[in-house]
């Protein structure tokens, strides 16, 4: 959830993330982008601090009434030192002054979802499979799984749910964030397809587990983090 007012930053941010497999959603006011989080859940907010209608600290203050546990990266201008100060002191995770670099802004969002999910590491392995969150790339033993830009993201937000349910509103959410969404059987075609790729490439346990009624989790029963 991106919300920024300047145009141009917002469509270069955008442009960025979703050549790194992000899909975002973009606000241009405050009040917008707060009806959104409450609506969809997004996996990580950039929050701008000068917005037309609301300042940036009272956006993050009525988001954490609601939803604490959003990760927020806010960005600023120098001059809002007092406000950024106000925002990291109210429960932002993360700040960056304008101007930035887009490969750190994006650095530093993949490390806001891995930590708020509880990983301290960026490569999670499940047995012989491995899923480097930096590379964005699934491995089994000594092979590339190759997979679309969606079905990693839907296996990358599983494993990050570290065997926690994933329902399929969720990954409906995070795959298309509530616009132009598919009918929600597309999420049970992915799946099929994902697990025969992995299958395939020599994976022995089934690891997407069908929790009927609820939606997918992965077998952590082999999952550990190395460095
Ligand atoms: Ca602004």
């Not at 959104?36 to 037309?52: C, H, K």
């Not at 750190?104 to 891995?114: D, F, N, S, Y």
């Not at 969150?133 to 079905?151: C, F, H, M, P």
């Not at 296996?155 to 132009?180: A, P, Q, T």
């Amino acid at each position: 959830m991106l919300i920024e007012d300047d145009v141009w930053i917002a469509q270069s941010i955008t442009e960025s993330l979703e050549a790194e497999g992000f899909h975002v959603d973009e606000a241009d006011r405050g009040e917008d982008g707060l009806e959104l989080a409450g609506l969809y859940e997004y996996q990580v907010m950039i929050l701008d601090l000068g917005l037309p209608d609301m300042r940036g600290d009272e956006v993050l203050e009525n988001l954490r009434q609601k939803n604490t546990n959003l990760p927020v990266l806010i960005l600023s201008g120098d001059a809002e030192v007092e406000s950024r100060l106000s925002c990291l002191q109210s429960g932002a995770d993360d700040y960056l002054l304008k101007p930035f670099n887009m490969q750190e802004l994006v650095a530093r969002l993949q490390a806001l979802v891995r930590r708020a999910n509880g990983h301290s590491q960026n490569i999670l392995q499940f047995g012989e499979l491995t899923l480097n969150l930096t590379a964005r790339d699934v491995i089994v033993g000594d092979k590339r799984v190759d997979l679309t830009s969606k079905e990693y993201q839907m296996f990358e937000l599983l494993c990050l749910r570290k065997g926690n349910v994933v329902s399929k509103e969720s990954f409906l959410d995070h795959l298309y964030g509530g616009m132009d969404e598919p009918e929600m059987k597309i999420i049970d075609v992915f799946i099929c397809k994902l697990r025969k790729k992995i299958e395939k490439a020599g994976a022995r346990s089934p690891l997407i587990q069908t929790v009927w009624g609820r939606g997918y989790r992965v077998n952590t029963d082999e999952m550990e983090c190395s460095a």
